[in-house]
């Protein structure tokens, strides 16, 4: 007891008095009765240590709270944690951006009118499909990626779920996906879906470690999921719109991951990533690349917009397209005038701007 508290306690202890003398019997009782007392809170104290409800209170004592609700919360917040990660664990970025361009293929093999349960079924097998080639590629580079700030956070190289986890998620969603597509829309959308799974799992992700040409392969990996919504809707391989569809997306990729190579060229190179800014670290060939993609996305969206009868509707679609696709172009040529990070930043963006005004245009135009 410090000083201060004695002090504060002796008048009080003084002005008490001395105690009246007691019986025998009246202090018998007395300590049965504490002992009684002491019994009743032991047998509380048991209980709440037994129901999980037992707090100490703010002076020493114990008291009965809402443990158990804080630990619901705690497991609930648990369970929200577990599943986040498993989004994480299937790209989730890449996967809606492959959403967005089967909801547009989709359209444009319908001819503009899809039900929403149709739609709904599509975008649900194509996900669970491309959600698991990118589960899979992140099992595969699991221990690469720890070498990687840009990947080191994800679940895998952080160790927030196991290896074995991720392997039955990923085959469970790969399955009902292709199951799905099969159902639903019959073998071809299916077929696709699997031949995207494979080439991005068993081709493009070993390639990443042995040749830069893996960005050609990781296009067409990336751009096939456009044929899974055009077939899925009644549109044929044999067109001429399916592969200029796929050209879009596929030509669109370049500049895009070129943008992202020279970002991140420098943790490429540590892990062990052979891409064109660790192979020729100069960035002319990725900006080659870049400028090349971009006149590529500029000719295929043209070329789509004559896909469908209407000379005048075909050119105001043209010039919506170039006017459309000109800054990714214009970020290209500035990449390559100026090989550094701000320029290489200002294709990215404009790359993620671009895509979804090409696939706009090429979509009105099924309605014009």
């Given amino acids: 007891m410090s000083t201060d508290v004695l002090a504060a306690e002796l008048p009080r202890i003084g002005s008490a008095g001395p105690r009246p003398a007691r019986s025998r019997g009246e202090a018998t009782q007395e300590v049965a009765s504490a002992n009684r007392t002491g019994e009743t809170r032991l047998a509380e104290s048991q209980l709440a240590i037994e129901s999980g409800t037992l707090v100490v209170s703010a002076d020493g004592t114990l008291a009965a709270d809402r443990i158990g609700g804080a630990e619901s919360l705690s497991a609930s917040g648990g369970i929200r944690a577990a599943v986040n990660d498993l989004v994480q664990l299937t790209k989730p970025r890449i996967v809606v951006m492959i959403l967005v361009t089967t909801v547009a293929t989709a359209m444009i093999a319908a001819g503009g009118t899809v039900s929403p349960q ?55 969603a790969g399955t009902t996906g292709t199951a799905l597509l099969l159902m639903r829309f019959g073998a071809a959308p299916a077929l696709v879906g699997l031949a995207t799974w494979v080439i991005y799992v068993f081709v493009y992700t070993p390639m990443k470690t042995r040749t830069s040409w893996n960005t050609t392969v990781g296009a067409v990996a990336g751009a096939l999921p456009m044929l899974i919504g055009y077939t899925a809707l009644g549109g044929s391989l044999a067109s001429g719109t399916a592969w200029l569809l796929f050209g879009v997306l596929a030509a669109w990729q370049y500049p895009h991951f070129m943008a992202i190579a020279w970002l991140y060229r420098r943790q490429y190179g540590q892990a062990g990533f052979c891409m064109s800014t660790t192979v020729e670290p100069t960035g002319l060939s990725a900006a080659a690349q870049s400028i090349l993609g971009s006149l590529a996305v500029i000719g295929c969206g043209i070329a789509l917009c004559f896909q469908s009868p209407g000379y005048i509707a075909a050119s105001v679609g043209s010039l919506a397209v170039l006017a459309s696709t000109l800054p990714m172009l214009k970020a290209s040529l500035r990449f390559a005038a100026e090989r550094n990070d701000q320029t290489a930043r200002k294709l990215l963006r404009s790359s993620l701007l671009v895509l979804p005004a090409v696939l706009a245009v090429v979509t009105i135009r099924v309605f014009w």
């Avoid at 699991?142 to 392997?167: F, Q």
């Fill in 118 to 172: 149709t739609l709904l079924v599509l975008l649900l097998g194509t996900g669970l499909v491309a959600g698991s080639a990118g589960g899979a590629n992140q099992i595969w580079e699991r221990v690469i990626d720890r070498n990687m700030a840009r990947t080191a956070g994800r679940p895998l190289p952080a160790g927030r779920m196991s290896t074995g986890l991720a392997t039955a998620f990923t085959a469970w």
